[in-house]
């Protein structure tokens, strides 16, 4: 005896529905959205001694480790190098200040996109 309170999959998709025929959407993770950061490259910026190049992924990508490992730097070389003003990032309001204490100049490079 069967229950009527159950669907069988014929009544939820009907018989000529199939299911197991849909294309499956794969995302793809090495695709770079238009705009996302795909390099940082600094020299002599804050924390960070001679030329560093940092390249995160095109998802989701974290900064963390442990205190003066230079977190707080890479978030200021991406403002700075964008175009963002220091009064944002609650540092110094002088581009000068942000030249690694004994070096006489610094850079920022960043790739988008």
């Given at each position: 005896m069967a229950d009527d309170n159950y669907l069988n999959d014929e009544?939820?998709?009907?018989e000529d529905d199939d299911i197991a025929e849909q294309p499956k959407k794969r995302a793809r993770y090495d695709v770079f959205k238009a705009g996302t950061i795909k390099k940082i490259r600094v020299h002599d910026f804050m924390t960070y001694s001679g030329?560093?190049?940092?390249?995160p992924g095109p998802r989701l990508n974290l900064v963390?480790?442990?205190?003066?490992?230079?977190k707080s730097s890479l978030v200021c070389a991406l403002c700075v190098g964008l175009g963002g003003r220091?009064?944002?990032l609650g540092r110094a309001d002088n581009l000068l200040d942000y030249i690694r204490r004994g070096c006489t100049r610094c850079w920022t490079e960043i790739s988008l996109s």
């Open positions: 009544d939820e998709y009907g030329t560093v190049t940092i390249t963390i480790g442990p205190n003066g490992t230079g220091t009064t944002l």
